[in-house]
């Protein structure tokens, strides 16, 4: 099976993406962002990194980029994309993710290994974990999570809220200023899915804890999901 | 034709929190300010657009105000019009 990594003009994840998949025993295919021809890949996976510079908010221009039409095509058509870190605000400004990435509270950039909780191991994103408390690094200066409190209430309501900033017990703390919210993201929120479920954003960085070399290789928890869901979803074509 | 030059002012919603426009309100101690609050901070675009009319250029202007120099959900933008003059352009029909 193929999954496909995008590589924008400062993207600077991909090629660690591209090694997960790797390890997971996929055939990883780097997508440039000039084409909209997604290669026939089984998922997508949107790397972090700091898409054209992060101009004017981080992902709004890759979000015109001719890639994304190809992906949004691809999501509309139930495949299953993954936003890892810029990825992920790459989907949110292309909406294909609900919320916005805001500046961190702290106006810091935060490089660090943080604690996320998945919320819920039936998603095609979390099918793969165990349910303890994930520990993969965050590198971002914009991971502060909003959207207005009627959506917070919808997203939760309908679960798609994937993973929350925790603490080593799995709890988390609403209180954006909590040592364990490391961007003061609201709710704690570290990771969502759209109403489908197919498509999938997160801050941290699963793909940077792939193998036991580079820390851990608990980050395998999630790209074993994406490639197991698209596995699954690649039989049903 | 005529060129539109157009100022883009995005700030962030009345409401939403604004890490930028805090840290420069912590920071007025520092400079012995004591009456100033309420600092927000946002961004400035200036643009020209060549059209037939103001309004087509408005059109234009406010379509890229929505879609990429600010966000909906957490900015708000104004547009203002700077200045306005016939574009000359060589071989084209008048």
Redesign the interface.
Known sequence: MRIGVVTFPGSNSDVDSLNALAVAGVDPVSLWHESPDLQGVSAVILPGGFAYGDY??AG??AR?SPVMKGVKAFAEAGGYVLGICNGFQVLA?SRLVP??L??????RFASKIVAIAPQRLDSPFTRAANGRPIHIPIAHGEG?Y???EATLDQLERDGQVLFRYCREDGTYSTDPDDPSNPN?SLRAIAGVCNAAGNVAGLMPHPERMAEPILGTDEGMQLIRSLVESAAAWEATR | MSDFRFAVNVLPKPGILDPQGRAVELSLPHLNVTNVSKVRIGRRAELTVTAVSEAEARTVVDELAKELLSNPLIEVYAVELLEATSSTRTGAAS
């Not at chain 1, 805001?102 to 106006?107: D, H, Q």
């Open positions: 004017v908010r709004v221009i015109f400004e919320g916005v805001m500046r961190n509270r702290s106006l502060c909003y959207a207005d003061g």
